[in-house]
């Protein structure tokens, strides 16, 4: 499970399982992240790791890492960093 949070937008989690949510201010920020999301989505090769659709997610204008299930310390982890 990790969450990556798009400036202007909202917030994507994504569960490891295949599934993710998207929470905006307003709906229309929500409609407009999910679209965002599903395109950023369409260039992972299926079936897909959870690295790659991370850096997928992250390749979103505005994406940063938030959260992510591991075993490392803050920081540590590949593709953790701030805005873009």
Do not use: N, Q
């Not at 079936?47 to 299930?69: M, N």
Request: hydrophobic content about 45%; charged content about 20%; glycine content about 14%.
């Amino acid at each position: 499970m990790f969450s990556v949070a798009v400036k202007g937008y909202g917030i994507v989690i994504w569960d490891g399982d295949g599934d993710w949510r998207t929470f905006g201010a307003t709906d229309s920020h929500s409609a407009m992240l999910a679209a965002r999301v599903e395109a950023a989505l369409a260039t992972v090769p299926v079936p897909a790791d959870d690295y790659s659709v991370r850096e997928a997610l992250l390749e979103i204008s505005g994406a940063g890492l938030l959260s992510a299930d591991c075993d490392h310390a803050p920081g540590e982890c590949d593709g953790e960093g701030g805005w873009s």
